[in-house]
């Protein structure tokens, strides 16, 4: 009996190996997979390829300057080290987007005045932007350069008060995502250009 149920243990152990062993290969290869997608963007968004890009093609509209990566166009790349984030920004923000990475409202700027994005609050996206304070530092890479943003403004809104998503004459940069719990709240997160 003793044997019987040590060979069991034995057997579900190297099972319960096996399938973390899988699991992790699939997190581990999927970060590499983003990782070098935002890498190919800041290298194709560097200040000094923008530029060339620009000057480059005739009759240049906004979306020939764009990447495309897995079939949407790719503003981007945001980056905030106080919450250890780092994704991909792509046009829109239909929930098949936002299910990709970062949302970008079609209607605000690309880079000067009220960049505005939209993110979901999960683990591995927004989930602690809550935890921003004023001063904490965030890096918008974009198709038409770099701009570093401090924050400035922590709020709570309605979902449906889009106020804070106006454009504006100094350059800014506003996120927007769900509040946990609170299915009519957003909390919004605005940055001023740092200078």
């Known amino acids: 009996m003793r044997k019987k149920l040590k060979k069991s243990i034995t057997i579900l152990t190297i099972i319960i190996l096996v399938v973390i062993a899988v699991i992790s290969t699939f997190f581990i290869v999927k970060y590499f997979i983003e990782k070098n997608k935002i890498d190919n963007v800041y290298e194709t968004y560097s200040d000094e390829n923008v530029q ?37 920004i792509y046009e829109g923000t239909s929930l098949k987007t936002l299910d990709k990475g ?13 960049v505005c994005l939209a993110g979901h609050n999960y683990i591995g996206v927004w989930k602690n932007l809550h935890t921003l304070e004023n001063g904490d530092i ?9 701009k570093e943003y401090k924050v400035n403004n922590i709020t709570q809104i309605s979902e449906t008060d889009w106020t804070l998503l106006e454009n504006t ?13 609170k299915p009519s709240l957003r ?3 605005q940055a001023i250009e740092k200078k």
């Open 52 to 88: 060339d890009r620009i000057n480059t093609k005739d009759n240049t509209t906004n979306d020939d300057l764009m990447l495309q990566i897995d079939g949407e166009r790719v503003l981007g790349v945001i980056k905030i080290d106080k919450i250890d984030y780092e994704g991909l």
């Open 102 to 114: 970062i949302g970008h409202f079609e209607n605000s700027p690309y880079l000067e005045g009220n």
């Open 138 to 146: 965030i890096t918008y890479t974009s198709f038409l350069g770099t």
């Open 169 to 181: 004459d100094e350059n800014y940069l506003t996120l927007i995502t769900c509040v946990k719990e």
């Open 187 to 189: 909390l919004a997160v």
